[in-house]
């Protein structure tokens, strides 16, 4: 009995220290998940396809549903995609936690929501952690929202090599990336100038990221321009030093600061609640009232 007991525990330790080398900054054990509080950020473990091979791990961690907070425009909209995701995501062994809800698109009668989520499952037996970025997509009839649609994220296979950038990222605890994002990155298909932006913002800020490459629409919104999201050129904010973009107690001051640090750390294309300039650097709608996104040309 000693000796695999002993192993088992081994392997178990070297799962957590891998587990806890990404993102020490939210690298609490499932259980101590913080409800969402002022801003709706909590602390979340860190890495996202991680198996804990702990055998004595046999429940799920409580988990809580998403309130829209002040500040969110058409919450019924983002409570309607939400509502679908947290159904779907918790049964029996699974449980899954929405860390935020940010807009792929709204537009009069239709929207996207990007639920960004992690989750949680004992159906093999032990505690393993994941988690996807789903793309809703709703239309609207009179005050209310119907789900047409629900696209998860799907970063693909981790790859062999990463770039030093990629690496740094992914180790980064200033940066905190939800498990679809961690996984875009892990993918090797996000591109450099993307990440040593991320990094160079990071020497003067804590940024949240949502979303990075996969979970967001093909296309522009509404437009048959593409995105450049999907295509490893782009990431999207929604958090900042601890403080949500779409909380109308932030202050107008550091989200502009950050708008300006990622045009200065490479973006060509900076989107957010606030108009900065003219286009094509900067520009500001209703689905960039919730987060700041950053396109890159390379
Ligand atoms: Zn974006």
């Known amino acids: 009995m000693e000796i695999p007991r002993r192993s088992v525990l081994v392997a178990g330790l070297g799962v957590l220290a891998t587990a806890c080398s990404g993102h020490s900054s939210d690298a609490s054990a499932p259980a101590g998940w913080v409800a969402p509080s002022r801003i709706g950020i909590g602390s979340y473990p860190a890495d996202p396809t991680t198996a804990r091979s702990d055998p004595t791990a046999t429940g799920l961690p409580s988990v809580t549903l998403w309130v829209p907070g002040p500040g969110e425009l058409v919450p019924a909209c983002k409570v309607a995609a939400v509502r679908r995701v947290e159904a779907g995501g918790s049964g029996g062994q699974t449980a899954l936690q929405v860390i935020d809800a940010q ?121 048959t321009r593409l995105s450049d999201h999907p295509q490893g050129r782009a990431f999207d904010t929604w958090a900042i030093d601890g403080q949500s973009v779409v909380d109308p107690r932030t202050p107008r001051t550091p989200v502009e600061d950050y708008m300006h640090a990622v045009a200065a750390a490479g973006s060509y294309n900076v989107g957010g609640p606030y108009l900065l300039g003219a286009a094509p650097q900067w520009f500001s709608d209703d689905t960039h009232h919730d987060h700041v996104h950053a396109g890159f040309t390379t």
């Open 103 to 223: 807009y792929g698109g709204l537009l009069a009668d239709s929207a996207s929501v990007l639920v960004v989520t992690r989750s949680w499952s004992t159906a093999t037996g032990r505690l393993t952690t994941g988690g996807h970025t789903y793309d809703v997509r709703l239309s609207r009839a009179g005050a209310s929202w119907r789900v047409t649609a629900v696209n998860p994220s799907r970063p693909g296979a981790p790859a062999t090599h990463l770039t030093p950038a990629a690496r740094r990222v992914l180790a980064e605890d200033r940066i905190t990336l939800p498990p679809a994002a961690a996984a875009d990155i892990r993918s090797g298909r996000v591109h450099d100038s993307v990440l040593t932006a991320l990094l160079t913002v990071a020497r003067t800020h804590r940024p949240h990221v949502s979303v990075v490459r996969t979970g967001h629409p093909l296309h522009v919104f509404g437009t």
